[in-house]
């Protein structure tokens, strides 16, 4: 029970994300303008690249920060298992080019190899969760089995990110009455299987992507297949032209407790 966050925990730490962010690109427009050379010669490589992105980046966040009602606004929420991975920048990429938050449910395995791309994700408003430390069916696992996968993960990407994660996703749904009591987080399950990690197409994963996701729901992709991340800026558009607003799982549930150890399907 001590490791479960509250909303308002959390919702202070996305404001401090923010807060942050905004105070990191400040130095940066105020040595563009500044008179001061020396300071944009010295950081030649950070600079270019801080220049570029502060804008979207803080943007991005802003938009993730921002109050969605999502009981009056058509939402829904992209998430990503399984990573971080090899195509995971790429994603990133393109979600900060469409100015949209997605939710990474992370496996705690991958975070040492990809710190940088899960700081990343914070600081461009994307939603870290946890998705267990390496996979198992957690209906295996002894109670103590489970709390470490648990709290290992968590760990890592406060490590990596600063960032504690408040909601956790069981691979493969893969749970019960006592996994939800030793997990001590609520579950977010979903309500739209793409099974792009079966069909590796990426016209299907534009396809389903796009027409499946009704008000409400949470859709699921992996960001470890090439397949997928090449099929999300077509699903981005094409959810926006069909006017629904994109959302972090926080957000979508934004008004609403949700309950360590509980289920959560769609809004
Ligand atoms: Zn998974």
């Known amino acids: 029970m001590k490791r479960v966050r509250s909303a308002a925990a959390l919702v202070a730490a996305g404001a401090l994300a923010a807060g942050a962010l905004t105070a990191a690109g ?16 010295a950081p030649t ?38 990573g971080p991975g090899k195509h995971t920048k790429r994603l990133l990429d393109d979600l900060r080019k469409a100015k949209v938050p997605a939710t990474f ?5 991958n975070v040492g190899g990809n710190r940088a791309l899960v700081k990343r994700m914070a600081a461009e408003g994307h939603e870290l969760a946890n998705h267990t430390w390496s996979h198992p ?20 990407i406060k490590a990596a990110s600063g960032v504690t994660p408040r909601l956790m996703r069981p691979p493969y749904g893969a749970t019960n009455a006592r996994v939800g009591r030793a997990v001590g987080m609520p579950q977010i399950m979903w309500s739209v299987d793409t099974l792009d990690w079966k069909y590796r197409d990426v016209a299907r994963n534009v396809r389903v992507g796009v027409n499946t996701p009704r008000k409400g729901d949470i859709v699921l992709f992996h960001d470890i297949h090439s397949t997928t991340v090449a099929a999300i800026p077509k699903v981005v558009a094409g959810l926006k032209k069909r006017g629904f ?9 934004a008004g609403k407790k949700l309950k360590p150890g509980g289920l959560y399907y769609k809004r």
């Open 26 to 41: 400040a130095p940066a427009s105020a040595a563009t303008k500044g008179p001061d050379d020396s300071r944009t010669g």
């Open 45 to 82: 490589v950070a600079a270019p690249g801080a220049a570029e992105s502060t804008p979207e980046t803080t943007e991005v966040t802003a938009a993730a920060a921002k109050k969605v009602d999502c009981a009056k606004v058509k939402c829904v929420a992209l998430t990503f298992d399984d």
């Open 105 to 109: 449910f992370i496996l705690g395995q």
């Open 137 to 156: 069916q957690l209906t295996q696992l002894s109670d103590a089995a489970v709390r470490s996968q648990i709290s290992r993960t968590n760990k890592a």
């Open 245 to 253: 607003t994109l959302v972090t799982v926080s957000q979508l549930y």
